[in-house]
């Protein structure tokens, strides 16, 4: 997902995971998102499916 620009994949991500957490504020969801963006092998995920794959562990 290399072509999606930051500011847009971090924004879906942090969209995605308020899904999951709808009491979190979404400024610290961003933050996650963004960290998450940090990581080569989630970036190029798709934003929803990078979040998705990063909750695994919690949702499994």
Known sequence: MEDV??????AAC???Q???WHTVDL???EEVA???WHDERLRA???DLAAIDWLRPITE
């Open 5 to 10: 620009p930051a500011a847009l994949w971090i």
């Open 14 to 16: 942090a969209h995605r």
């Open 27 to 29: 400024l610290e969801l």
């Open 45 to 47: 995920m798709p934003p």
């Open 18 to 20: 308020q899904q999951r």
């Open 34 to 36: 963004r960290d998450l």
